[in-house]
């Protein structure tokens, strides 16, 4: 039998705290189920949606200008059900929710254990068959992708960079057939194929607890520990009021959006965030979403932020998320004096020190370009083209909005803002927002790798630079990759190294372009563009 789990965190006290009581009610079709004998040695509750019917948006679509006998059967039909248990271990009570349908749109995910699917499976699954993995970046701008084999395979396999990817979903076949025959876990909710009847659940949950509490996951996953989950309460409420100064000033730099699940939200087509009475309708969540909604309402306190509430319908109007807090979506870095942190996935997630160390380490082993004159500095407020454009005419080749198009594809590639005569790609962008920042590095290790790959890639650029540097002589089928170096210049305000200065989230994913483009036989640099007031020179 394949069910979902979910486990609550010590903020639940009874039953009434796993779900939501105004959608779990005889009004929204939900009934409350009595057991059939004594046999049962758990606490419970059962509640069962029968029937629970809607018309199809897509019906007024069709009803404008067609007949459509019997319309009114045309309905779509939904039957769903939410169990819900209280079990004890070493005297301390423990509450899961096991959902079947969209019961899992009932329960109250704000009081979710976070991580408890994502470490029973790591627990569990063998190491060897692995079948899929859910991952995000660790950055503002966001990318969710999952990597998926057709049978097991191991970790290697996968090709992904745990330096800069945090999990958020592993499934594959477990170690052992007691527990279960597959396995799928992420960090709200476990998804486990495994022999079990109603009557046997308490001992299931039992057996389920005691392997999401053991660290056997430290064998083969102990990477995860990169980015360990902050358990402190003192510290998270420090961090709460960062990120709530944060949404009160309406900053963009160091906060964004991503949605929570890969598979719920592909399936929705708008959505409704809402605050008390007010509401917001999207087509995509952003965080200036959040922000139109924030102005239109009394938003004075960090405990508010759970009360934002975003849910995702399907096109007939069908809710096919529940009411998820704003914090789920919340991406978002910070400093206090002991470290740096991030929120994902509603966890704050403290950066390993070991794991800082390393990072900074491999940042000061990127070259710097300490020459003053290799750029001008930039106006504040001056646009990246026009600056471009003034740079020294007689060193550079402007090669900004210069796109190359791609043979049997829409993409355009810009190869570089600017190209030296000494061979310098040189990528500019203004200020140091990690949003920001992504853009500018993927376009220098995919430029230089279409150079790479690319003889027509090559001949587009040598045209460009003899027009430019006559002089210059290049070959395209011996190009001197040897003798290029992508230089990454970036302005900012602030005094000190640019590869101190960076956001966290900007580092890693700096040094996850610069080993691309290292691999090709290309130097990368980095190069810090000073800001100064335009009437000062």
Known sequence: M?????????????????????????????????????EINFEFKAFIQKNKTKEPKWMEFLDQDLEIPDKEEIKNTVNSFVILIKISKDEKPYFFAITGGFGFTAINRDNLENNFG??????????????????????????????LFNRGS????????????????????????????????????LNLNSKVTFASLGEKCEQILEVYLSDDYKEDFGFIDNIKIVKDNIIIELLKEKLFETLRKRETHHISLAYPDMIEYDRCTNYHVKFRRRTVETEEVTIENVYDLLDKVD?????????????????????????????????????????TYIFSLNNWYKIDNDYFVKVQKEMMNIPYLENNNFLTDIYKGEKEGDYNERQDSEYYLCLDKKNFQVRNSRSKIEISDLYSKDKHFV???????????SHLFAQGSVSMQLLKESNEYRKYLIEKIKEKFPEENYNAD???????????????????????????????NL?????????????????????IEAESI
Do not use: M, W
Not at 427 to 437: N, Q, R
């Open 299 to 339: 938003f004075n306190s960090a405990e508010q932020i759970e009360k934002v509430k975003i849910i995702g319908f399907d096109d007939s109007e069908t809710p096919v998320t529940n009411s998820v807090s704003l914090n789920h979506f919340i991406i978002y870095q910070t400093e206090l004096e002991d470290g």
């Open 478 to 508: 011996a190009f001197p990759y040897d003798e290029c170096t992508l230089v990454y210049a970036i302005s900012s305000e602030k005094s000190g190294d640019l590869r101190n200065i960076l956001p966290f989230f900007s580092k890693v």
């Open 2 to 38: 394949r069910l979902s789990y979910y486990l609550f965190n010590e903020n639940v006290t009874n039953f009434e705290d796993l779900y939501i009581a105004k959608k779990v009610n005889e009004d929204n079709s939900y009934f409350e189920l009595s057991p059939k004998n004594d």
């Open 511 to 531: 040094l996850h372009h610069v080993n691309l483009i290292r691999r090709i036989g290309i130097k990368v640099e980095v190069y810090k563009i000073n800001v």
């Open 154 to 189: 191991e970790l290697g396999e996968f090709d992904l960079d745990f330096e800069q990817d945090l999990i958020n979903l592993v499934s594959g076949k477990s170690k052992s057939e007691d527990i279960g025959t597959t396995v799928k876990g992420s960090t709200s909710s």
């Open 427 to 437: 990528c500019v962008k203004k200020e140091t927002a990690s949003a920001t920042l």
């Open 118 to 147: 994502l470490k029973f499976a790591l627990n569990t699954i063998d190491s060897k068959e692995l079948k899929a993995f859910d991952v995000r970046n660790i950055d503002l701008k966001t990318k969710q992708k999952r990597v």
